[in-house]
């Protein structure tokens, strides 16, 4: 079994839609990102939480929220979906400390129509 | 602030040549460093680390990459190139310690047989 989960994998909706998408870990690790990768952009971070209580914001978080419901459980949000947010979406974990590797479940393919 | 450069976003290789892909960091301490793989329809994959020490690290699938301070660079080497190993490569730095990665816009690679 995977150990960091993602759904939908795949989702296409209309512009003004709130969307959430999900993400469920295994590994036990408090950190967990969520990033988005746009053709020639590479991932830019949105949103990272180091534990349950923690949630910061990252280079891009504009239109977004998430909420981390659990150790486990971090979901993101598009309250008001537009075409521009169109990207595919990873979600990652890591331990706690910066020589941890960052661990990604296999991405949301969002289309905004 | 922080950044990361890849200047090649594509390069073919023939199956069995050599492969260097090129990492440029801009970062004024010493930066953690990273590469990814991401094969096509997967979450990304570390291929190896930099955080001190010996400035030639080895990775996963006979990979390398060497640091080098004077040029601020963190290329990555194979010896020769498998068909598996047709992907996109992300260079990442860690911004500031805190496990919050910044990446390249990443290199396709593709391998002719």
């Known amino acids: 079994d995977a150990d960091v989960t993602q759904t939908p994998r795949n989702r296409i909706t209309k512009t003004g839609k709130r969307i959430m998408l999900e993400c469920s870990q295994t590994k036990g690790h408090d950190r967990m990102y969520w990033y988005r990768q746009d053709p020639g952009l590479g991932l830019r971070l949105i949103y990272y939480s180091f534990d349950v209580k923690d949630i910061n914001k990252g280079e891009i978080s504009d239109g977004y929220s998430v909420s981390r419901q659990a150790q486990a459980k971090f979901s993101l949000s598009l309250e008001s979906a537009i075409p521009n947010q169109t990207a595919l979406y990873f979600c990652?974990?890591?331990?706690?400390?910066?020589?941890?590797?960052?661990?990604f479940g296999p991405g949301t393919r969002l289309t905004v129509l | 602030a922080q950044s990361v450069t890849q200047p090649d976003i594509h390069i073919t290789v023939s199956e069995g040549a050599s492969l260097e892909l090129r990492c440029n960091y801009s970062?004024?301490?010493?930066?953690?460093l990273f590469w990814y793989v991401q094969s096509p329809g997967q979450g990304l994959q570390l291929l190896l680390k930099y955080f001190s020490g010996d400035t030639l690290v080895q990775g996963i699938k006979g990979f390398e990459a060497e640091f080098k301070r004077s040029q601020s660079s963190f290329n990555l080497r194979k010896p020769s190139v498998h068909w598996s190993d047709a992907a996109e490569y992300f260079c990442?730095?860690?911004?500031?310690?805190?496990?919050?990665?910044?990446f390249g816009a990443g290199t396709r690679l593709a391998v002719h047989p």
């Open positions: 990652a974990t890591s331990g706690d400390s910066s020589y941890n590797e960052q661990f």
């Open positions: 990442a730095v860690d911004s500031g310690g805190y496990n919050k990665l910044i």
């Open positions: 970062y004024g301490a010493t930066p953690y």
